[in-house]
């Protein structure tokens, strides 16, 4: 497919819900496309452009920047009047079914103007594989109004959308294992939207004649393989089994893709295999292309990691710092005295899934090294980078970020950390480095904070005044000859931000902190959304009451036909567990009342006369005195 698109007068383009994850992506992508141009070199942007995009969404400010017109509540003669001054009017009814009735409306209002076309148009309905058997495109003269019908496999890609689920679970890392609905093995059709958004642009550039195209990409991947080859790259990289009607109680998932879930389909994309130029991104499928899906979620959602390194005098705050940093933005707090006692722990309690048997080895005999220089008061340089950058490649800290407390001290730690090791590397380029040191730390404000401490953390900290004031004159040396960690983030073009600590007031506190935050920035990570907010008191009498007395809430919420259908396949499913669980009971009564019988008529009463007998007798060893009584007077000895 050629990057520009022949002809020279860009063609005016309508697409329906540009604020939908589909549309918007489509929009983006056709905004793109240039035109084989002869205009001068200071032509303007836009007259370059193949398309002039226009559409309609929700909300007046719920548009793209993308195109240029936004149509918001527009009644049907308006809109009928904008559908006329386009080329090309795509619909898609792939993520809202009240979409379906609009675009009906469209296609048949359209065709009844065909006379007053000054130009021929062409009308695109973007569908999903769920209803290829219910779409019938129109026919009428191609000429004039052409009409095509693209039924999209599952779209993933640029954010997620029927997956996000499963993404967003493994990001967050709150559940180590991954819920997987039903038993994984259907097989879903699906196509990355940017993909699906080159099919679209070659039915406009390059009409085909079938009007009825399937896009799909050539992966056959199961339910299972997604959603384990997610798991294993944001998360644990472990799955749960759960009965797929539990899909109705996740609160992410909508009707439409708790239905994609269970598709079970093997297509082909012949035609557009055949007779279009697409230049495809993800041919092959999510799980082959996995690193490049993860990496646009992650741009998509601005789920970036924040790095960031605290460093300064003993005493002067770090860790207090550090985890207040963390607390702000959900990251996770890192120290080499943190590190070595997890990794201690994790060699005690060693992982029995644990596949990379080397690694393991690896850290055992440096955990060993470690063990024996502890007692002689001299750490192992080589472990003290290992542990930490073992930290700093873990899952959590790729997804969210991580505070480094204290580490790295001196350039040559810095350096080996953070120095590129194939892919392993870890450079905090992206994120600023607040070093929480000194631009003027008086030593005599670090002398009292320390005599204010708790005995239990002077101790802890090794804060006592010999050890304190050696470390202390250390620091201040290793800053006279330049060998700090700071000289090499500057030599990486990473400026820290020098930050004073003269007092331990909590105003000075907080007006610190205040600055910390200001330099970071926005949190990247999951908010609480209003309504979440609003619902938390809700949330909590589900958990006491149950599943059953929550369903009524939501019908009476009236939030409109999407909760509704959730709350009825919820209650149907509830419906039958207990139809389940009553046919259960039934079958345990059935089956225990042959062994009860029997039980009854010969164990039960001689074993009640030796109890009785027992109790009368009160022995010293009752289980002999019984098991005697039972042999004396068994009946069937008699």
Same mark, same amino acid.
């Given at each position: ?18 604020? +939908? ?68 009017? !795509?619909?898609? !009814? ?83 294992? !991954? ?52 798991? +294993? ?101 890192? +120290? ?303």
């Amino acid at each position: 497919m050629a990057e520009d698109t022949a002809g020279s007068i860009p063609k005016r383009v309508f697409i329906n819900s540009v604020d +939908s994850y589909a549309s918007r992506n489509i929009a983006k992508f056709l905004s793109e496309r240039r035109l084989v141009s002869t205009y001068e070199e200071d032509e303007t942007e836009e007259q370059e452009r193949a398309f002039q995009l226009v559409g309609s969404a929700d909300r007046r400010d719920g548009g793209s920047p993308h195109v240029l017109e936004v149509y918001s509540k527009a009644n049907r003669d308006e809109l009928l009047l904008k559908l006329m001054q386009c080329d090309v009017i !795509i619909y898609n !009814i792939s993520e809202h079914a009240d979409q379906v009735e609009e675009a009906l409306w469209a296609v048949s209002a359209l065709h009844g103007q065909m006379e007053q076309f000054a130009a021929s148009k062409m009308f695109i309905l973007i569908s999903t594989v769920m209803t290829w058997a219910l779409t019938e495109p129109l026919d009428p003269n191609k000429r004039v109004f052409s009409t095509y019908v693209v039924a999209s496999g599952c779209l993933y890609g640029k954010g997620e959308q029927f997956l996000h689920y499963f993404f967003k679970t493994a990001w967050l890392g709150g559940q180590h294992e !991954i819920l997987l609905f039903g038993d994984g093995n259907n097989v879903i059709p699906m196509i990355h939207v940017i993909d699906l958004a080159s099919v679209i642009q070659n039915v406009i550039e390059q009409p085909p004649l079938p009007g009825y195209l399937l896009a799909v990409d050539n992966s056959d991947n199961t339910l299972e393989e997604i959603v384990k080859m997610v798991a +294993s790259v944001l998360g644990s990289g472990t799955i749960q089994k759960k009965p797929f009607e539990e899909a109705f109680l996740i609160p992410d998932f909508s009707v439409m893709e708790i239905d994609a879930l269970q598709l079970n389909l093997y297509m082909d994309s012949v035609y557009v295999k055949e007779l279009l130029s697409v230049k495809w991104m993800c041919e092959s499928g999510l799980v082959e292309n996995i690193e490049l899906v993860v990496e646009e979620y992650r741009q998509s959602r601005q789920l970036l990691p924040i790095r960031v390194c605290v460093l300064g005098p003993p005493a002067v705050g770090k860790s207090t710092v550090s985890k207040h940093i963390c607390q702000q933005y959900k990251l996770h707090y890192i +120290s080499l005295e943190e590190s070595i006692s997890q990794l201690d722990a994790a060699m005690d309690n060693p992982d029995e899934d644990e596949e990379d048997d080397d690694s393991l080895e690896e850290t055992r005999m440096l955990l060993s090294r470690f063990r024996e220089s502890r007692d002689t008061d001299t750490l192992d340089e080589q472990f003290k980078v290992k542990v930490v950058r073992d930290r700093l490649l873990s899952k959590p800290c790729r997804n969210q970020g991580f505070v480094l407390d204290n580490f790295p001290v001196t350039r040559d730690q810095a350096r080996e950390l953070f120095s590129a090791d194939g892919d392993n590397s870890e450079e905090p380029e992206e994120a600023p480095i607040s070093s929480c040191g000194r631009r003027i730390t008086p030593e005599e404000f670090l002398k009292a904070r320390v005599k204010n401490l708790p005995e239990s953390l002077i101790q802890e900290q090794d804060y006592q005044q010999e050890a304190f004031l050696q470390r202390l004159a250390t620091f201040r040396m290793s800053r006279l000859k330049n060998e700090t960690a700071l000289e090499y983030f500057e030599e990486i073009d990473v400026a820290p931000v020098l930050l004073e600590v003269t007092s331990n007031e909590k105003l000075d506190t907080t007006l610190l902190m205040h600055k910390v935050f200001e330099t970071i920035g926005q949190p990247r990570n999951y908010q609480l959304s209003p309504e979440v907010g609003q619902d938390k008191e809700e949330e909590k009498r589900v958990g006491k009451t149950g599943h059953e007395d929550a369903l009524p809430s939501l019908w009476e919420k009236g939030c409109g036909e999407e909760d509704k259908q959730k709350a009825e396949g919820a209650g149907k499913w509830i419906t039958r567990l207990e139809k389940v669980k009553l046919y259960e009971d039934k079958q345990l009564e059935a089956q225990s009342v042959p062994v009860r019988n029997y039980l009854m008529e010969h164990v039960m009463p001689t074993l009640t006369q030796g109890l009785i007998q027992c109790c009368r007798s009160q022995p010293q060893d009752p289980v002999d005195f019984l098991a005697e009584y039972l042999l004396r007077n068994n009946p069937f000895n008699s």
